[in-house]
């Protein structure tokens, strides 16, 4: 591999590298300020990598290696950590909207008792009187 070749492979495997990705709770409160709720709202945050991948590497393999290896950590603290929020996120939105008095799904609730209350025969004049 040329001078030039390995120069392009290091710096490539430097800028892949650079950064990984990690789960991380948000410290903005949204809607939730009414309503308390156990988990917390997710995000990813990058963080840059402060390490010399290449030092040492005076080889084409070597370089390749290093860049296979930057590759595969990059791409899999995106996929974890990525999980790691999904997950999180979901969890707490299924939380809000189940306990919190403005989520869907309490509202919904509501409703359906509502309906109930509608369905069930009124009170006969007979039934209404004291014994």
């Avoid at 809607?31 to 010399?52: A, H, P, V, Y």
């Amino acid at each position: 591999m040329t001078a030039s070749g390995r120069i392009t492979v290091a710096s490539l495997a430097l800028l892949l590298s650079a950064c990984i990705y990690v789960p991380v709770v948000d410290k903005h409160e949204t809607g939730e300020t009414r309503c308390k709720t156990l988990t917390q709202s997710m995000s990813l945050e990058t963080i840059e990598m402060q390490s010399n991948i290449t030092y040492g590497c005076n080889h084409g393999e070597c370089l390749a290696a290093a860049l296979a290896t930057a590759a595969v950590v990059s791409t899999g603290s995106a996929i974890i950590s990525g999980s790691i929020v999904l997950t999180g996120n979901t969890i707490h939105w299924l939380e809000y909207q189940g306990t919190c008095s403005d989520g869907y799904l309490n509202q919904a609730k509501q409703l359906f008792l509502d309906s109930l209350d509608k369905l069930k025969p009124s009170p006969t004049k007979e039934e209404q009187k004291p014994r």
